[in-house]
């Protein structure tokens, strides 16, 4: 099956910093990159669709400024949370679809990235 | 009312038990439905898609009521390997992309 490689599978940084998660597609074309976000006992929260070479749409309460989304090739998508503080502390995971994966059937996710944000 | 509401558990129920759970979603328009199993801080995996006509995989049996839109999974003898936290999923609809996850349901099964 298709294989989405996540990075970092933990953060942990000092309130004020930005974090990077990287999400790349191994064995097939990501055309379409959804992020997630997910506090504890709650569900996968959508933050953000993104398209290959074009702008990420965000969902409603989601600051695109705070949460930058680049996803400029078909194998490569990446999450920055700039100036991280405290309650941006949470699992982020991002799953994948496109050439080779059932459109919006077939989602292939990451594994997910635990940022901690002191 | 939530777009996906799952009974959040726990579910303790004993190895070899039967167990059901339901997962009732507001938006109309959605055409997709999934049971996904995830771990703890771990990435949900895909459990089994839902289709009208209901579905079966081994142990584990979906199924779509879209009149009532809900769906519903069964587990027969039960597992201890089954002990996680059960998401239901359905698209958006409307031709929005990504999925809507329920909260999870979560199962233990016990020795």
């Known amino acids: 099956g298709a294989v989405v490689s996540q990075h970092p599978s933990r953060v942990i940084c000092k309130s004020g910093t930005s974090v990077k998660i990287e999400c790349r597609s191994l064995d097939f074309q990501a055309t379409t990159m959804f992020w997630y976000r997910q506090f504890p006992k709650q569900s996968l929260m959508l933050m953000a669709t993104s398209n290959e070479g074009s702008k990420a749409t965000y969902e409603q309460g989601v600051e695109k400024d705070k949460f930058l989304i680049n996803h400029a090739s078909l194998t490569l998508s990446t999450l920055t949370v700039t100036s991280a503080h405290p309650e941006d502390s949470s699992f982020y995971i991002c799953?994948?679809?496109?050439?080779?994966?059932?459109?919006?059937?077939?989602?292939?996710f990451g594994s997910g990235t635990q940022l901690s944000v002191l | 009312r939530k777009e996906v509401e799952q009974d959040p558990g726990p579910f303790n129920v004993p190895e070899g038990a039967t167990v059901a759970f339901n997962c009732t979603y507001s938006?109309?328009?959605?055409?997709?439905f999934f049971w996904y199993r995830q771990d703890c801080r771990k990435e949900p995996k895909l459990l089994m898609s839902?289709?009208?006509s209901g579905n079966e995989d081994g142990r584990f049996t979906a199924q779509l009521n879209r009149a009532s839109q809900y769906i519903s999974l069964l587990i027969r003898d039960s597992k201890l390997s089954d002990s996680a936290t059960y998401l239901c999923a359905v698209n958006r609809g409307g031709g929005a992309d990504g999925l809507t996850f329920g909260k999870g349901t979560h199962l233990i099964i016990q020795p």
């Open positions: 839902v289709y009208s």
């Open positions: 938006n109309s328009a959605s055409q997709s």
């Open positions: 799953s994948a679809s496109g050439v080779g994966t059932r459109r919006n059937e077939k989602l292939f």
